[in-house]
């Protein structure tokens, strides 16, 4: 036995209801791997979370490599799927929020957002590899930031330093006195709070699904002992009814990433401020 042994019941596979062993509840240690490859301690290591990125980031552009690489006018199956998807955010996204004149320099930004974010969702559900990526904060936050920094470039690019702080203030000289409070609280929003709920957004909803998929999965296996059988049945059925679930999630996910992403674009090219 180890001397830690609330590790040893969270990865006990041979733990069940009326063993006299406790519910082998998920937490942070299920979000935590040991590094594939290098040293922890030095912090330059490989592990599971990077390879499903970097798998991930390969199939993507495989997938895109391959639908595209002879185009035909008449399109087959592939050819038509990635042009499906490519079109749905070229048109439902980034025409919408943007409009077509400013925002088709923009496209291929965000059909790799979407689809990216969306494969490092969709890894929550693919056997063996069972883990959103982007349960990780540090993944989302980095394109987060990659958003802020395009944000912040595009609207000094467009309306120089004092249009700059009048868009991040939100100056309207119709707010009267109330006008320095709303400045101060708009700057802050926006320079400060803004990457941040992007980032969190993506990041807790991710967390969240995997969690309670985790917690049904486990409780399935646990129950599975004596009468505890019939309550195992449910927590199974809820399993695949949230696994059904998270796949909408997942989607919508990357969906109101990039939505936000052309709303923060659309933001930083308006004449109106």
């Not at 056997?127 to 395009?150: C, E, G, H, N, R």
């Amino acid at each position: 036995m180890s001397a830690d042994p609330t590790q040893v019941l969270a990865f006990e596979t041979d733990c069940h209801i009326f063993d006299g062993c406790g519910f082998p509840a998920p937490g942070l240690h299920s979000f935590l791997f040991e590094p594939l490859w290098g040293d922890g301690d030095s912090n330059v290591y490989f592990n599971k979370t990077m390879l499903l990125a970097l798998i991930g980031s390969i199939v993507i552009v495989g997938f895109f490599w391959a639908a595209f690489r002879k185009p035909k006018v008449v399109p087959g199956k592939l050819q038509m799927i990635a042009e499906a998807g490519y079109d749905f955010v070229r048109r439902g996204v980034v025409y919408e929020t943007i409009g077509k004149k400013e925002g088709e320099k923009y496209v291929p930004l965000i059909v790799s957002l979407f689809f990216f974010v969306w494969m490092m969702n969709l890894w929550s559900i693919i056997p063996l590899a069972q883990f959103p990526v982007t349960a990780i904060i540090s993944y989302p936050l980095v394109l987060a930031l990659i958003v802020y920094v395009l944000w912040v470039s595009l609207t000094f690019k467009r309306h120089g330093f004092v249009g700059f702080f009048k868009n991040v203030t939100g100056y309207d000289k119709s707010l009267g006195p109330v006008l320095p409070l709303a400045m101060v609280i708009e700057f802050f929003s926006n320079l400060l709070v803004r990457p941040f709920t992007h980032a969190v957004r993506l990041f807790a909803n991710m967390f969240a699904g995997h969690t309670l998929l985790l917690l049904f999965t486990i409780a399935s296996w646990y129950l599975l002992n004596g009468i505890g059988i019939a309550y195992a049945g449910v927590s199974f059925i809820m399993t695949l009814v949230m696994t059904a679930f998270e796949l909408f999630i997942q989607a919508l996910q990357a969906y109101v990433f990039v939505l936000l992403t052309c709303t923060y674009i659309q933001g930083a090219l308006a004449e109106n401020h």
